[in-house]
């Protein structure tokens, strides 16, 4: 467990503000931070991982002042996961997009598709959609083919 910094007790303080502001019952509570940062309790979470927490209530319309910068990218459990990335490279190089996850023609049925402007801000729901998406227009090319 990290030392009780005058910083630290802070970030604590502010994480249990926001869920109270969020209205959330102390187990709702701990089921979000669970989620987030893999913790139940905030003595037990780093810094870095209390500031993601509160990223996460303000992301949601909590309003809060998060000391330091928004974090960027990173594996949060909203980012798509591992074998989402990995079905969306096999789709797509089975489309014949030599470059996988680079292709641009997989950026434009990302963009069409999830809504985002580039394939790496998928969000674990678009990756599902996109995914979804290739394997409905995979079928209906294999379909067409059969014809």
């Known amino acids: 467990m990290p030392a009780a910094t005058p910083e630290r007790r802070a970030l604590i303080g502010l994480a249990h503000k926001a869920a109270v502001l969020a209205g959330l019952s102390d187990d709702e509570r701990k089921a979000v931070q669970r989620a987030v940062v893999g913790k139940e309790s905030c003595a037990d979470m780093t810094d870095t991982e209390l500031r993601r ?16 910068p928004k974090p960027r990218g990173g594996a949060g459990w909203e980012r798509p996961t591992p074998s989402q990335w990995a079905e969306i490279e096999r789709l797509a190089l089975s489309f014949g997009w030599a470059d996988g996850l680079d292709d641009g023609r997989l ?12 394939v790496r801000f998928l969000s674990r729901d678009g990756a599902t959609r996109v995914i979804s ?15």
């Open 53 to 68: 927490l509160l990223w996460h209530y303000k992301g949601k319309g909590v309003q809060i002042g998060v000391p330091g």
């Open 107 to 118: 950026a434009s049925f990302v963009g069409r598709t999830a809504g985002v402007d580039a």
């Open 133 to 147: 998406g290739l394997k409905r227009w995979q079928k209906s090319l294999s379909k067409r083919g059969e014809s």
